[in-house]
C-alpha cells in the first residue's frame, strides 16, 4: 500500500505566486486611484493594498529587482496618499517584471523619468540592454552597510562593461538557501564571515515553497562551518553558479574542501574592486562561446574559396538569377559561415583542438560529465557510436524492447546478443511504460545463474522514454552494480537533455547519479557500511550493497539537444562519465566516432551547440523552470474547463504508474479542488515518475483518433504541430522555447476544437449517432492487448535455454531473398495454428507508438499477430499490406539451427 505524503498548494511554485500578487497589487492601486476619498470603497481597497504590500514584503526579500526598496518607496506613495502615481509606478513594475524587461535595464525602476533632459538622454535610457544578473551576498550585516556595499559595487560599473548586477544580501543560512530557490537570476553568491543558521524572514506564505531548506538538518552545525557548507549545497542544487568566500581565516587554518568548493576565497582587507572583476570575469567565462564566436569571426574575413562549395560565401546564390529567393530567406550571414576550413581560426571534429575542443569541455563542464563529444547527425548515430564503442560480438546487453530503432540497429552492427526487458503495458492508452528493476535484476540474476555473467557488458534503458516515464537512476544502478559491479550503463536522454538544470530532474540523469555514486564508494562511511552489512550475509546470499572493490562507474548518456533545447534540428551530445574511459575505451571510442561521424560536419549546428551550452549555464536554471510552470499551467487550465473536460482528459501519474511503483502516493500533479501536489518526495523515492512537461492528452471521448486528430484537427486547421500519438491519445510537449501565449494559443484551439464536436454531434441523424458512439466505446473500451517480446527462434538464441538472441545472424540472414517469404497477415494465425512457427526477418516498427514489435530472429506469437490486427495506424515499417508478414522459410530456418547445434556441440 503506497503511503501518500503529497501536500498541496494553490499556486505551482514562487513564481507564479510573485506574478499573481503582483498583479492583484495593480488592480488593487488601480481601482483605489478611482475612488472617491473616504468612501467605504476606499477603505476596503486600502486594507487589501495593505495587506499585498507586507505579503510582497516576504517574496520580494529574496530578489534583487524589484526588490524590498521598491516596495518601501510604495508605501511612502501609499502614505502620502498619493494615489494615482502609486498606481502608475506598480502598474509600470508588474509589465517590466511580467516581461522581464528589468534584465535587460533594472534601472528602470530607480530612475527617475521626469529628471532626464533631452530627447538623446531619453533614447539613450530606453536603449541599454545589457545582460543583467545578480549576486547574492550572504553576510549578516546592518541596513546600512548593505545600502553602502550597493554604492561602492554600483560606483565600479564602466560604460563598456558587457554586463551589470545588482546584490542581494541574505543574512542567514536558510534565507540563502531559499534566495537560491527563489531567485533564478542569481549567476554568483559570495559568503562573507559565517551566517547565522535560522531566517527570521519566512512568512507562512512562503513556507509551503521552502521544503528543500527547511528539510535540511543543520541548525547543529557552528556558524564557522556554514559559510563552507553552503558552498557545498550550492554545487548540488545550482551547480553552474559562481561562488566565492570572504573570511579572515589564516590560509593554513582553512580545510582543503573550502579552499577547493569556491572559485576564489578573498580576505576581508582586500579591495572591493578585485572581487568585483573577480565576478564579472566569471560571468565572462560562462559567456564566451568559443567555436560560435570563431565562426562568426571567420564568417568576416575576406577569403577566396578555391575548394569545395560553392555555396560558401553565398557566391552561387546572390550571383543566381534563379535561386537568389534561397539567400533572401537565409540572409548572407549563414553563406558566410558556411566552409569546409578546418584553419584558419576554425577546427577539425574528427580531431580537434582549437575552438570545438574548448567548446565540448565548456560542454562538459555545464553537463556534468568528463568528457562530452558532439554529434552532428542526430542521438541516432550517437547510439551506434556509444553501442560500437562498448560492446564487441557476443557480448550480452540488457535492453529495453521498446527503446530507440537506433539501438536495435546498433546492436546488429556490433554484434551483440540483446537480452530484451519488457516495460509494463499500459493498455487502455496503448503505450508502454518503462521496465520495473525487479525484472532488469531476474535476467541478471538469470544470466548469473547460467555462468553468462562475465559476458554481460551493459544495460540500455531509456530515460525519460517518450511518454515522460523517468526511471529512479541512482537506485538501477546501485542495485545492479550489487550483482554486476563493473555493468556499463546508457541512458539514452534524447528527451532529457534539459533535466540537469532543474534541481528534482537533475538527481535521475546518468551523469549527476555517476558522479554522486563515484564519490560514494569511495567514502570511508561507505567502505565501513558494506563491512558491516556483508557481516550479516549467509553463504550464497546476494549482496544488495555493490562490493567497493570491485565497483566501477561507467556511465554514458546520449542526448538531442534539439529536442529540449536551443540548437539545430540532429545536434546531439554524448556525455561521458567513466573511471575506466582513458584506460580502457578511448580508442575504441573514438574509433566508432570517426566511423559514423561525417568528414563534413555541419558548422552551423556546432556552432548551435555551443551557443545553447552558453544558455542553459546562464539561465537554464529558469527557463526549465518556467516550462514546468507553463506544462502545470496547461494542464490545470484543461482539467478546471468544463468545455475542454467533456471531451479531453489530461492523463495523471496514476494513469501511467501503477500503485506499486508509488511509494509516496502521488496520483496526479494538480486537482481542481486541492490545487498542486508538491512533487519532491515522489522523485526523490518512487520507483518512477512522470515528467510533467510531457501533457498526455486522452481523446477517446471524441470518437477520434489519435493520428486523425493530430492531423486533421491540429495541424490542418490550427497548425499546432505534435509528434507522437497513440490510438486514443495525443502527446503535447512543453520546452523552454514554450510561451505563455503558446499555451494561451493552444487552449484556445482545443476550445474550438471541442465546440466544434459539439455542433457536430447535434447534426447527426440516429444512425449516424450510432456510428459514433460505437466509434467512441472502440476507442475507450476496445483497446488492442500489447504484445511481450515473444522469444528467439532456437537457430537464433545466443546460448539454448538461456535469455539472449543473435539478432546480427538473423538480420543478414535476410540479405539473401532466397531465405525468406511474405505471409499475409490474416493467414498468420491458421498457419500458426497447424504448429508452424513463423520468424520475422525483418523489423517490424508500427508509428505509433514508433518502436519494433518485432525484431529478426523472433518468433511471433499469437499476441503480435493480434496487436498487429488491431492497429489503425498508416505507417507500419518493415511490413507490407500487399504482400504480408516477411518471415524466414521453414527450410532455412531447419539449416540454421542444425549449424548452431553442431557449432556448440565442437565447443
Same mark, same amino acid.
Given at each position: 500500500? !503506497?503511503?501518500?505524503?503529497?501536500?498541496?498548494?494553490? $499556486?505551482?511554485?514562487?513564481?507564479?505566486?510573485?506574478?499573481?500578487? /503582483?498583479?492583484?497589487?495593480?488592480?488593487?492601486?488601480?481601482?483605489?486611484?478611482?475612488?472617491?476619498?473616504?468612501?467605504?470603497? =476606499?477603505?476596503?481597497?486600502?486594507?487589501?493594498?495593505?495587506?499585498?504590500?507586507?505579503?510582497?514584503?516576504?517574496?520580494?526579500?529574496?530578489?534583487?529587482?524589484?526588490?524590498?526598496?521598491?516596495?518601501?518607496?510604495?508605501?511612502?506613495?501609499?502614505?502620502?496618499?498619493?494615489?494615482?502615481?502609486?498606481?502608475?509606478?506598480?502598474?509600470?513594475?508588474?509589465?517590466?517584471?511580467?516581461?522581464?524587461?528589468?534584465?535587460?535595464? @533594472?534601472?528602470?525602476?530607480?530612475?527617475?523619468?521626469?529628471?532626464?533632459?533631452?530627447?538623446?538622454?531619453?533614447?539613450?535610457?530606453?536603449? #541599454?540592454?545589457?545582460?543583467?544578473?545578480?549576486?547574492?551576498?550572504?553576510?549578516?550585516?546592518?541596513?546600512?552597510?548593505?545600502?553602502?556595499?550597493?554604492?561602492?559595487?554600483?560606483?565600479?560599473?564602466?560604460?563598456?562593461?558587457?554586463?551589470? $548586477?545588482?546584490?542581494?544580501?541574505?543574512?542567514?543560512?536558510?534565507?540563502?538557501?531559499?534566495?537560491?530557490?527563489?531567485?533564478?537570476?542569481? *549567476?554568483?553568491?559570495?559568503?562573507?564571515?559565517?551566517?547565522?543558521?535560522?531566517?527570521?524572514?519566512?512568512?507562512?506564505?512562503?513556507?509551503?515553497?521552502?521544503?528543500?531548506?527547511?528539510?535540511?538538518?543543520?541548525?547543529?552545525?557552528? %556558524?564557522?562551518?556554514?559559510? @563552507?557548507?553552503?558552498?557545498?549545497?550550492?554545487?548540488?542544487?545550482?551547480?553552474?553558479?559562481?561562488?566565492?568566500?570572504?573570511?579572515?581565516?589564516?590560509?593554513?587554518?582553512?580545510?582543503?574542501?573550502?579552499?577547493?568548493?569556491?572559485?576564489?576565497?578573498?580576505?576581508?582587507?582586500?579591495?572591493?574592486? %578585485?572581487?568585483?572583476?573577480?565576478?564579472?570575469?566569471?560571468?565572462?567565462?560562462?559567456?564566451?562561446?568559443?567555436?560560435?564566436?570563431?565562426?562568426?569571426?571567420?564568417?568576416?574575413?575576406?577569403?577566396?574559396?578555391?575548394?569545395?562549395?560553392?555555396?560558401?560565401?553565398?557566391?552561387? #546564390?546572390?550571383?543566381?538569377?534563379?535561386?537568389?529567393?534561397?539567400?533572401?530567406?537565409?540572409?548572407?550571414?549563414?553563406?558566410?559561415?558556411?566552409?569546409?576550413?578546418? !584553419?584558419?581560426?576554425?577546427?577539425?571534429?574528427?580531431?580537434?583542438?582549437?575552438?570545438?575542443?574548448?567548446?565540448?569541455?565548456?560542454?562538459?563542464?555545464? $553537463?556534468?560529465?568528463?568528457?562530452?563529444?558532439?554529434?552532428?547527425?542526430?542521438?541516432?548515430?550517437?547510439?551506434?557510436?556509444?553501442?560500437?564503442?562498448? #560492446?564487441? &560480438?557476443?557480448?550480452?546487453?540488457?535492453?529495453?524492447?521498446?527503446?530507440?530503432?537506433?539501438?536495435?540497429?546498433?546492436?546488429?552492427?556490433?554484434?551483440?546478443?540483446?537480452?530484451?526487458?519488457?516495460?509494463?503495458?499500459?493498455?487502455?492508452?496503448?503505450?508502454?511504460?518503462?521496465?520495473?528493476? %525487479?525484472?532488469?535484476?531476474?535476467?541478471?540474476?538469470?544470466?548469473?545463474?547460467?555462468?553468462?555473467?562475465?559476458?554481460?557488458?551493459?544495460?540500455?534503458?531509456?530515460?525519460?522514454?517518450?511518454?515522460?516515464?523517468?526511471?529512479? #537512476?541512482?537506485?538501477?544502478?546501485?542495485?545492479?552494480?550489487?550483482?554486476?559491479?563493473?555493468?556499463?550503463?546508457? /541512458?539514452?536522454?534524447?528527451?532529457?537533455?534539459?533535466?540537469?538544470?532543474?534541481?528534482?530532474?537533475?538527481?535521475?540523469?546518468?551523469?549527476?547519479?555517476?558522479?554522486?555514486?563515484?564519490?560514494?564508494?569511495?567514502?570511508?562511511? $561507505?567502505?565501513?557500511?558494506?563491512?558491516?552489512?556483508?557481516?550479516?550475509?549467509?553463504?550464497?546470499? *546476494?549482496?544488495?550493497? &555493490?562490493?567497493?572493490?570491485?565497483?566501477?562507474?561507467?556511465?554514458?548518456?546520449?542526448?538531442?539537444?534539439?529536442?529540449?533545447?536551443?540548437?539545430? +534540428?540532429?545536434?546531439?551530445?554524448?556525455?561521458? /562519465?567513466?573511471?575506466?574511459?582513458?584506460?580502457?575505451?578511448?580508442?575504441?571510442?573514438?574509433?566508432?566516432?570517426?566511423?559514423?561521424?561525417?568528414?563534413?560536419?555541419?558548422?552551423?549546428?556546432?556552432?548551435?551547440?555551443?551557443?545553447?551550452?552558453?544558455?542553459?549555464?546562464?539561465?537554464?536554471?529558469?527557463?526549465?523552470?518556467?516550462?514546468?510552470?507553463?506544462?502545470?499551467?496547461?494542464?490545470?487550465?484543461?482539467?478546471?474547463?468544463?468545455?475542454?473536460?467533456?471531451?479531453?482528459?489530461?492523463?495523471?501519474?496514476?494513469?501511467?504508474?501503477?500503485?506499486?511503483?508509488?511509494?509516496?502516493?502521488?496520483?496526479?500533479?494538480?486537482?481542481?479542488?486541492?490545487?498542486?501536489?508538491?512533487?519532491?518526495?515522489? /522523485?526523490?523515492?518512487?520507483?518512477?515518475?512522470?515528467?510533467?512537461?510531457?501533457? !498526455?492528452?486522452?481523446?477517446?471521448?471524441?470518437?477520434?483518433?489519435?493520428?486523425?486528430?493530430?492531423?486533421?484537427?491540429?495541424?490542418?486547421?490550427?497548425?499546432?504541430?505534435?509528434?507522437?500519438?497513440?490510438?486514443?491519445?495525443?502527446?503535447?510537449?512543453?520546452?523552454?522555447?514554450?510561451? +505563455?501565449?503558446?499555451?494561451?494559443?493552444?487552449?484556445?484551439?482545443?476550445?474550438?476544437?471541442?465546440?466544434?464536436?459539439?455542433?457536430?454531434?447535434?447534426?447527426?441523424?440516429?444512425?449516424?449517432?450510432?456510428?459514433?458512439?460505437?466509434?467512441?466505446?472502440?476507442?475507450?473500451?476496445?483497446?488492442?492487448?500489447?504484445?511481450?517480446?515473444?522469444?528467439?527462434?532456437?537457430?537464433?538464441?545466443? %546460448?539454448?535455454?538461456?535469455?539472449?538472441?543473435?539478432? +546480427?545472424?538473423?538480420?543478414?540472414?535476410?540479405?539473401?531473398?532466397?531465405?525468406? =517469404?511474405?505471409?499475409?497477415?490474416?493467414?498468420?494465425?491458421?498457419?500458426?495454428?497447424?504448429?508452424?512457427?513463423?520468424?520475422?526477418?525483418?523489423?517490424?516498427?508500427?508509428? @505509433?507508438?514508433?518502436?519494433?514489435?518485432?525484431?529478426?530472429?523472433?518468433?511471433?506469437?499469437?499476441?503480435?499477430?493480434?496487436?498487429?490486427?488491431?492497429?489503425?495506424?498508416?505507417?507500419?515499417?518493415?511490413?507490407?499490406?500487399?504482400?504480408?508478414?516477411?518471415?524466414?522459410? =521453414?527450410?532455412?530456418?531447419?539449416?540454421?539451427?542444425?549449424?548452431? !547445434?553442431?557449432?556448440?556441440?565442437?565447443?
Amino acid at each position: 500500500m !503506497t503511503e501518500n505524503k503529497t501536500k498541496n498548494t494553490p $499556486y505551482y511554485n514562487i513564481g507564479q505566486l510573485r506574478v499573481d500578487y /503582483w498583479n492583484k497589487l495593480r488592480i488593487a492601486t488601480s481601482e483605489l486611484a478611482r475612488c472617491q476619498e473616504d468612501s467605504n470603497d =476606499e477603505k476596503t481597497h486600502k486594507q487589501k493594498i495593505r495587506e499585498l504590500i507586507n505579503d510582497l514584503k516576504g517574496v520580494e526579500c529574496f530578489f534583487a529587482s524589484p526588490g524590498k526598496e521598491r516596495l518601501r518607496k510604495f508605501e511612502n506613495a501609499f502614505s502620502n496618499k498619493e494615489y494615482s502615481s502609486l498606481s502608475h509606478i506598480v502598474a509600470e513594475t508588474t509589465r517590466e517584471l511580467v516581461g522581464d524587461s528589468y534584465k535587460s535595464n @533594472p534601472d528602470y525602476l530607480e530612475i527617475d523619468e521626469h529628471s532626464i533632459e533631452s530627447v538623446e538622454e531619453h533614447e539613450q535610457f530606453n536603449n #541599454v540592454r545589457k545582460n543583467h544578473f545578480e549576486v547574492l551576498f550572504i553576510d549578516n550585516i546592518s541596513n546600512q552597510y548593505e545600502r553602502k556595499l550597493k554604492q561602492s559595487l554600483r560606483a565600479l560599473r564602466t560604460p563598456t562593461d558587457k554586463f551589470t $548586477y545588482d546584490i542581494v544580501v541574505q543574512r542567514s543560512f536558510q534565507d540563502a538557501m531559499i534566495a537560491l530557490l527563489f531567485n533564478h537570476h542569481i *549567476q554568483a553568491v559570495v559568503v562573507r564571515y559565517a551566517p547565522p543558521y535560522h531566517s527570521k524572514i519566512i512568512t507562512p506564505l512562503i513556507k509551503p515553497y521552502i521544503e528543500e531548506v527547511t528539510k535540511l538538518d543543520l541548525a547543529s552545525k557552528s %556558524e564557522i562551518d556554514l559559510g @563552507p557548507i553552503i558552498g557545498e549545497l550550492i554545487k548540488q542544487f545550482r551547480p553552474e553558479l559562481d561562488t566565492y568566500y570572504v573570511t579572515d581565516t589564516f590560509l593554513g587554518h582553512l580545510k582543503d574542501s573550502t579552499i577547493k568548493g569556491f572559485r576564489r576565497i578573498f580576505y576581508q582587507t582586500e579591495d572591493i574592486q %578585485e572581487l568585483h572583476l573577480t565576478i564579472m570575469r566569471g560571468i565572462a567565462e560562462r559567456y564566451e562561446t568559443p567555436f560560435f564566436s570563431a565562426l562568426v569571426e571567420y564568417s568576416q574575413k575576406p577569403t577566396g574559396v578555391f575548394h569545395a562549395m560553392p555555396i560558401s560565401r553565398g557566391n552561387s #546564390v546572390f550571383k543566381s538569377r534563379w535561386i537568389n529567393d534561397f539567400g533572401d530567406f537565409y540572409g548572407r550571414n549563414m553563406f558566410l559561415a558556411e566552409t569546409s576550413a578546418t !584553419t584558419g581560426g576554425l577546427d577539425s571534429l574528427l580531431q580537434p583542438t582549437g575552438p570545438i575542443k574548448r567548446a565540448q569541455e565548456m560542454a562538459s563542464d555545464a $553537463y556534468g560529465s568528463q568528457y562530452t563529444y558532439f554529434v552532428t547527425n542526430g542521438t541516432s548515430t550517437a547510439n551506434k557510436i556509444v553501442l560500437q564503442a562498448l #560492446v564487441k &560480438p557476443k557480448d550480452v546487453v540488457l535492453i529495453d524492447r521498446d527503446c530507440h530503432k537506433s539501438h536495435h540497429y546498433g546492436l546488429v552492427l556490433a554484434g551483440a546478443y540483446p537480452v530484451y526487458l519488457d516495460s509494463y503495458p499500459i493498455e487502455e492508452y496503448s503505450m508502454y511504460g518503462a521496465v520495473p528493476l %525487479e525484472q532488469i535484476k531476474s535476467k541478471l540474476l538469470q544470466l548469473k545463474d547460467a555462468g553468462r555473467l562475465d559476458n554481460v557488458k551493459m544495460l540500455l534503458l531509456t530515460n525519460c522514454t517518450f511518454d515522460g516515464l523517468v526511471y529512479n #537512476v541512482e537506485r538501477v544502478m546501485e542495485e545492479v552494480l550489487a550483482i554486476k559491479p563493473d555493468m556499463i550503463f546508457l /541512458w539514452d536522454e534524447a528527451w532529457f537533455a534539459f533535466a540537469g538544470f532543474a534541481y528534482n530532474y537533475k538527481q535521475r540523469t546518468g551523469m549527476f547519479t555517476a558522479k554522486k555514486l563515484y564519490e560514494k564508494y569511495h567514502s570511508t562511511e $561507505y567502505r565501513k557500511k558494506y563491512d558491516e552489512y556483508v557481516k550479516g550475509l549467509s553463504n550464497g546470499d *546476494q549482496s544488495l550493497l &555493490p562490493d567497493p572493490e570491485k565497483v566501477r562507474i561507467r556511465v554514458y548518456a546520449t542526448q538531442s539537444i534539439h529536442k529540449t533545447l536551443s540548437s539545430f +534540428r540532429q545536434g546531439s551530445m554524448i556525455h561521458i /562519465w567513466d573511471e575506466d574511459f582513458r584506460r580502457k575505451t578511448e580508442n575504441t571510442f573514438l574509433e566508432a566516432y570517426m566511423t559514423h561521424t561525417s568528414t563534413s560536419p555541419n558548422y552551423q549546428m556546432l556552432a548551435s551547440l555551443d551557443i545553447g551550452r552558453r544558455q542553459v549555464q546562464l539561465e537554464g536554471f529558469e527557463l526549465v523552470e518556467k516550462s514546468i510552470e507553463l506544462a502545470m499551467v496547461l494542464r490545470a487550465k484543461i482539467n478546471d474547463n468544463s468545455q475542454l473536460s467533456k471531451y479531453f482528459d489530461v492523463l495523471t501519474v496514476q494513469d501511467f504508474i501503477p500503485d506499486k511503483y508509488r511509494k509516496t502516493g502521488l496520483s496526479e500533479y494538480y486537482t481542481k479542488h486541492q490545487g498542486w501536489n508538491h512533487m519532491n518526495e515522489a /522523485w526523490a523515492e518512487d520507483e518512477f515518475v512522470l515528467d510533467p512537461t510531457k501533457i !498526455t492528452l486522452y481523446i477517446g471521448k471524441t470518437g477520434v483518433d489519435g493520428d486523425t486528430f493530430k492531423n486533421k484537427y491540429l495541424m490542418d486547421k490550427f497548425n499546432i504541430q505534435i509528434n507522437k500519438t497513440s490510438r486514443n491519445t495525443v502527446l503535447f510537449m512543453t520546452n523552454i522555447g514554450t510561451t +505563455r501565449g503558446s499555451i494561451t494559443y493552444l487552449t484556445n484551439a482545443l476550445l474550438k476544437i471541442s465546440d466544434e464536436l459539439d455542433e457536430e454531434f447535434k447534426a447527426l441523424n440516429a444512425k449516424e449517432r450510432q456510428i459514433r458512439n460505437k466509434r467512441i466505446h472502440s476507442l475507450t473500451k476496445e483497446v488492442p492487448p500489447l504484445p511481450d517480446f515473444s522469444y528467439f527462434h532456437p537457430s537464433f538464441r545466443a %546460448e539454448p535455454g538461456i535469455p539472449g538472441g543473435n539478432l +546480427r545472424e538473423a538480420y543478414f540472414l535476410a540479405y539473401d531473398e532466397e531465405n525468406y =517469404e511474405y505471409v499475409p497477415l490474416n493467414e498468420c494465425l491458421s498457419i500458426m495454428g497447424k504448429g508452424r512457427k513463423l520468424v520475422a526477418s525483418t523489423f517490424v516498427i508500427p508509428y @505509433p507508438p514508433g518502436f519494433p514489435v518485432l525484431v529478426p530472429g523472433q518468433v511471433v506469437s499469437d499476441e503480435i499477430i493480434n496487436f498487429l490486427t488491431a492497429l489503425d495506424v498508416n505507417e507500419i515499417h518493415g511490413y507490407r499490406s500487399d504482400l504480408g508478414l516477411r518471415v524466414f522459410r =521453414e527450410e532455412v530456418l531447419n539449416k540454421n539451427q542444425m549449424t548452431v !547445434t553442431s557449432e556448440a556441440k565442437s565447443i
